[in-house]
């Protein structure tokens, strides 16, 4: 693979440090911001996996990073690996509010790696982030051994996580972006992933990469992959944890975002979803942990917001929700967590007509992502309610059923955007 | 957060005062009627009001617009029958809406048949149910309230030859509630609606209802205790949700007895509020609102203040100083027809000069500051009103819904509206109206929604304590309103030029700022003064999240990505 050299020019610092850098076979690249905390440690288990599995092998560490103020950069420094130090203007609004990954302007960060890993001549890069602690000296081999080894363009990590985690990826974003793609992901905004060199090269030159400010770049790398006949695989990585000061954990900025993003991208990027059919997953379902520790869900209050948003959100669903799903949604027994159910089909259509309403920007968008939040958490209720007393089949089952409702009606979305 | 049926949900609700005469006309005589105010349902809804005050609604020969009572038990038969309350009364519970309606205590009209019966015959059993005497002389330190029309509290009357005593007009006779008969009398009007499912009275003119020799005859302890007894009984019988709203044009520290132990009022209006935020506007100084809440007393943890920038008398000014009294004349009412009695006859929009940023800074006070917002109706889309009408009528002009004949009010012939509407080019009712409103996002109307749908969000509102901030910059008003565990900052612009400002936030230091009717996210605060600016006349409501407090979660949200 030659260095790709269609991208964008580089800031002034960056070409200075790549004068003096040796190529590299691998990259790995970590976006930072103020995670002085963590990244010793993560640092720690990049060096580790690099010498166990690549020995040898030239690599380079790529610091993007958002504008710390505290230590992250010279403690990146302190690694005893080469490092590449680029800085990026974060924009302001997500340093005021940083989204749920953590990083004001992860696409920015991602596109200045990229780039560098490319004028490097990496034929592999491996993404992680900075504050998740959980990571194994493994995780590098197993997200770069299929780009090396058996010519896979993106590897996607699945990480083991109680069934009730992930409830916004696993309700609305997975079964969504696996509908859309016609391939099911299981985390699609999972922080970590593989590269291949083909695919960064593909990536780097691509003149119209997704505006800043928006969590969309991840989704539209996984776009472009899947609908341009990249290879793409998933890779069980283990537990994720994370410790950091920077992630967000407000629940209605996460959904807003989470949605937004995807929003955003059936927006832009219309060619890559459109036409797409299927759906089955590669890998089996993602591993879940054992539920030892009893379920603390308080599915009555999120009942209760989905009853608060009835009452006082009726005025923007009525502009989003065609007539009769709006009519179905309105008749849910939502008088308490007996006889609470919600319908997949029912669902997959409440997601769709949102979309639909983002596309034709039938009220404020902002408005529009945050009112769906109370609809989020009846129908998070709802699925507490269907598998509490099953087990992991049974859940992973309850997910599969969800997936296959948004495939199914995929039609509709597809016959109403225009 | 629904006001369901908690036994204080007059604490979280936005009150909307309304007189049936003047707000929809369904039956096409030209005088607004309960089947119209029915019609009118939704719009109240979909405003966010809670409670509905409907201004006096029984018989009455309306010489001083319904305050003279002269059947207790009846509808006045322009607005409709009992049949036409009790449908009015149901369809707004089904909306989760409560009533209250005016009732007047301390009088009755001179036509009515207990004032016919007591000044007909001394032997009768009304005989004594008014406050008679042989000569206009006694109680003579109590002062005369309607100046500009009465000469004495006394009024001779020829039939029974003797002098009866009224603090208002002359054909206002006062009941004389040293009868015990008077109290029952009035317990059973009162048993009489609220059997029908009223959810409580505002009462009229309440100081006033026991006089003695030697006294303002204001305020007395024999008036408490006639209340209370009002109170109790009302209790026990209805099961406490009924409630009682206070008139006590009084200062603040004087209106405090009123709410007795939490036995007595559960709310009472705060008049000398009112003025001062128009005052605090047009010097553009914090400082006569701050200073009024260093004169409002705490009250017991049941009652509630009740807020209101305007309402259907006028702008009070009995409760400031007289130097305050010449500056608002001089700043509200330059035209001498405005002026009455000791106050100003305006609604809120001309009394800003129709400014859209003064009416919504003013409707933010109203709605941020301690206590229950009641709400004129209205001045929600900004209605102006008639200087020329007399009295207090040029407030009290027909609902503006659209620009159809008559504002959208009433089919009936010009003149036969009880009113004329409103047809000046700034503020009639082609310019200002319902429909119009509707269908512009950004209008007042709309604006006016989102504030109370904001304010709905969260119980410190109605609930919370309030502590003033004491920036450098006295052209801000900054206060932090506080109700188990949840912190909100209000922060205001009394001045019509861009601000800035320094709060010291140190005490809440690690909290981060979310204003709450954009949701947007500020910047976290640290122990430095936290920086804002302020364009004019703007205000920023702030809920303090900090890590780790506020809602109890539901237990989805550490890791839902």
Known sequence: MSPGGDGPALPPDVERQLEGTPPAEIAVSLATYNNAATVPAVVEAIRAGLEKHFAGVPAVLISADAGSSDATVERLAAAGLPVVRAAHEAPLAERAAVPFHGVPGRGAALRLAFAVARRLGARGLVVLEADVTSIGGDWLERLLRPVLEHGTDLVMPMYERHRYDGTITNLVLAPLVGALYGRRLHQPLAGARGLSGRLLDRLVADPGWPPAGRSMTDLWIEGITLAEGFTLREALLGRWRVESSTRSADLPAMVAETLGGIFGVMDIYEALWRDAVGGEAEAGAAPLLPSAEPVRIDVERMIGAFRHGLRDLGSIWEHVLAPETLGDVLSLPADGAERFRFPDPLWARVVYDFALGHHYRVVYRDHLLRSFVPLYLGRAAAFVIATARGDGAATAAALDAVSGAFEREKRYLVDSWR | ?561
């Open chain 2, 1 to 561: 957060m629904t006001p369901g049926r908690a036994r204080d949900w007059y604490k979280d609700a936005v009150f909307y005062e309304v007189h049936v005469k003047a707000f929809r006309d369904a039956n096409g005589d030209g005088v607004g009627d309960f089947a119209g105010l029915t019609e009118s349902l939704d719009y109240l809804q979909e405003l966010g009001v809670d409670c509905l005050w409907i201004l006096p609604m029984y018989a009455s020969p309306l010489k001083d617009d319904g305050y003279d009572i002269s059947d207790f038990y009846t509808v006045h038969p322009s607005y409709g029958t009992l049949e036409d309350f009790q449908k009015f009364l149901d369809a707004a519970h089904a909306r989760d809406m409560r009533v209250i309606t005016d009732l007047v205590v301390n009088h009755t009209s001179d036509q009515h048949p207990w004032f016919q019966a007591s000044r007909s015959d001394r032997a009768s059993p009304y005989a004594d149910y008014y406050v008679w005497n042989d000569s206009p002389n006694r109680f003579a330190d109590a002062r005369v309230i309607f100046v500009d029309t009465e000469k004495s509290n006394w009024t001779l009357d020829p039939q029974r030859n003797e002098y009866y005593w009224h603090r208002f007009f002359s054909h206002q006779p006062d009941l004389n509630y040293d009868n015990p008969a008077v109290r029952q009398a009035m317990l059973d009007v009162m048993r009489f609606w609220l059997d029908r499912g009223l959810d409580g009275f505002r009462c009229d003119a309440v100081p006033y209802l026991i006089e003695r020799e030697g006294t303002s005859c204001e305020n007395l302890p024999e008036t408490h205790a006639v209340l209370k007894e009002f109170r109790s009984v009302i209790d026990r019988e209805y099961g406490g949700d009924r409630i009682l709203l206070a008139e006590a044009n009084q200062w603040p520290e004087d209106v405090r007895p009123y709410f007795g132990d939490g036995d007595e009022f559960h709310m009472a209006f705060h008049f000398p509020l009112m003025p001062r935020l128009y005052l605090g506007l047009h010097l553009e100084d914090s400082r006569p609102i701050t200073d009024i809440f260093t004169h409002t007393p705490p009250i017991p943890s049941p009652c509630q203040w009740g807020l209101f920038l305007r309402n259907h008398d006028e702008l009070t000014l009995e409760m400031v100083t007289n130097e305050e009294r010449a500056f608002m004349y001089y700043a509200y009412a330059r035209d001498r027809e405005m002026k009455l009695n000791l106050g100003i006859r305006r609604r809120l929009a001309p009394l800003v000069d129709n400014d859209r940023r003064r009416i919504e800074l003013l409707n933010c006070l109203l709605l941020t500051l301690p206590g229950s917002p009641i709400i004129y109706y209205g001045d929600e889309i900004g209605m102006g009103d008639n200087v020329y009408l007399g009295d207090r009528n040029g407030v009290r002009t027909p609902m503006q819904w659209s620009r159809d004949r008559h504002a959208g009010f009433s089919r009936a012939e010009a003149v036969e509206l009880f009113l004329p509407v409103i047809t000046d080019p700034v503020y009639g009712y082609e310019a200002v109206n319902v429909a119009a409103q509707t269908r512009q996002p950004a209008s007042l109307l709309n604006t006016m929604r989102r504030l109370l749908a904001a304010r709905r969000k969260s119980p410190v509102f109605g609930r919370g304590s309030i502590d003033f901030l004491r920036p450098h910059n006295a052209r801000i008003l900054a206060y932090v309103r506080r109700y188990e565990g949840e912190t909100l900052l209000i922060v205001t612009n009394l001045s019509a030029a861009p601000q800035p400002v320094e709060l010291d936030l140190a005490r809440f230091a690690g909290a981060t700022p979310i204003e709450m009717l954009g949701d947007t996210v500020f910047p976290t605060i640290r122990q430095a003064p936290y920086f804002l600016s302020l364009g004019p006349h703007g205000f920023y409501w702030f809920r303090l999240d900090r890590p780790g407090d506020g809602d109890e979660p539901y237990g989805i949200e550490a890791t839902p990505i």
